[in-house]
């Protein structure tokens, strides 16, 4: 019988795909990958917490939110690549250390 | 083992090789599609809990919004044709370490608590209590959420936008570097 526990396993190796992703990419748009993992396994612990454990839905307007904030991140973080990347010709993570040209 | 059991099965065993290439991957392409299956596989899951107006919200938004700006960006930032170097990998033990210790921390929460389950989960789609609540009660942060976005958007234009030349400047070369418009 599938239950919680299942579905937060499955957002808790999401979670820890994204993990990974964030802490050993070089490349920045292979960090905000990550970064999305992590938010999409936030969310899916919100939905199986709302449908297993309460009658309401504020499990998932949690969610809603958390993809309305992801929404906007995404579009204001790779901006910001982009314009890193047409100052430096480089978005490695690891070389970006200089505010400056 | 029920339908519904073997399609958590396939939608798990989908989101969760997906994820595994996005993490792995060392092309940064193949990274940006696994992205696209991992959300298709956590929609699904979204309407095993009868979540289905999230579901909808997941593949239009995620499916169709992010991951396309994500392989856009992609394709502005490197040279495709050189794909396969594209996503180097820094530091895989200690990542690695940390990500299974995570991993572990929450499987040791998720096996040891004992969750205040329903006595019986209701099936009823959500959709309508969902907008039912976002223009009642929950109507200031819908419209904060609505102004946050527009403030994203206005504020991701300036910063991507090209630096405007001043009229000095237009007879100058061309920035080296710089190939074609966007």
Same mark, same amino acid.
């Given at each position: ?28 748009? /292979?960090? $905000?990958?990550? *970064?999305?993992? =992590?938010?999409? &396994? #936030?969310?899916?612990?919100? !939905? @199986? ?9 504020? /499990?998932? $307007?949690?969610? *809603?939110?958390? =993809?309305?904030? &992801? #929404?906007?991140?995404?579009? !204001? @973080? ?24 | ?182």
């Amino acid at each position: 019988m599938i239950g919680l526990p299942h579905f937060l396993v499955v957002a808790g190796l999401l979670f820890a795909a994204g993990v990974y992703t964030v802490l050993s990419r070089r490349n920045a748009i /292979g960090i $905000l990958m990550g *970064v999305e993992l =992590i938010l999409n &396994a #936030a969310g899916l612990n919100f !939905v @199986a917490f709302n449908h297993y454990t309460t009658t309401g839905i504020q /499990g998932g $307007l949690f969610t *809603v939110f958390i =993809i309305v904030l &992801a #929404a906007a991140e995404a579009a !204001v @973080a790779l901006a910001i690549v982009l314009a890193i990347y047409q100052n430096l010709r480089d978005i490695d993570a690891h070389r970006l250390d200089s505010l400056q040209r | 083992m029920g339908v519904f059991d073997v399609v958590f099965f396939a939608l798990t065993a989908l989101t969760v090789l997906s994820a595994c290439v996005v993490a792995g991957s060392r092309n940064i392409v193949y990274s940006g599609f696994a992205l696209i299956f991992t959300f298709l596989g956590v929609a699904g899951l979204y309407v095993q809990l009868a979540a289905d107006f999230l579901a909808a919200m997941q593949v239009l938004v995620y499916v169709g919004g992010i991951t396309v700006v994500i392989l856009f960006a992609v394709m502005l930032t490197r040279d495709i044709g050189q794909a396969a170097n594209t996503n180097p990998i820094l530091n895989r033990p200690a990542s690695l370490l940390a990500a299974v210790g995570v991993f572990m921390m929450s499987l040791v929460l998720i096996l040891g608590s004992d969750w205040p389950l329903r006595p019986e989960v209701s099936h009823a789609p959500m959709s309508a209590e969902l907008g039912r609540a976002l223009l009642g009660k929950y109507l200031l942060p819908f419209e904060v959420a609505s102004l946050l976005l527009l403030g994203a958007l206005i504020g991701a234009v300036i910063i991507a936008r090209r630096e405007v030349k001043g009229p000095e400047a237009a007879d100058a070369a061309p920035a080296a570097g710089k190939e074609g418009g966007r």
